[in-house]
């Protein structure tokens, strides 16, 4: 079973008009499981936001992942390399992940989350 890891904006895509980003990956890779890194949950508290504080109470109700110390976009591209599904709309880590010939979940249509090659 795959672990999908969500980077911060597919988190806060629930607070903008989007799905609720659980039920975007369930669909997107209905036998995963989601887990939240810990290195997300750090950039979330230090957003401090009406909307980040939302988003840190969805990540409590999850599993936390910890997939090492440092900046959040290598941590995610570290943590594919081993195997996790990232979800992320970020072009710069979706590049890096391209190049290495990862797959990755993305959001199309501002609706819902496809995979980048076919998870």
Do not use: H
Not at 35 to 58: F, H
């Amino acid at each position: 079973m795959k672990t999908v890891l969500p980077d911060t904006n597919i988190i806060l895509w629930t607070f903008s008009k989007g799905p609720d980003f659980r039920e975007a990956i369930k669909e997107a890779v209905p036998d995963s499981n989601i887990a939240i890194p810990k290195c997300i949950i750090q950039e979330l508290k230090k957003l401090n936001t009406n909307n980040a504080k939302a988003a840190l109470q969805i990540c409590k109700t999850l599993p936390i992942e910890d997939i090492g110390e440092g900046y959040a976009d290598d941590m995610l591209i570290e943590a594919a390399k081993k195997g996790f599904t990232i979800a992320t709309n970020d072009k710069e880590i979706l590049k890096k992940l391209k190049d290495l010939k990862i797959n990755a979940l993305k959001i199309r249509e501002k609706t819902k989350l496809v995979s980048t090659e076919g998870v």
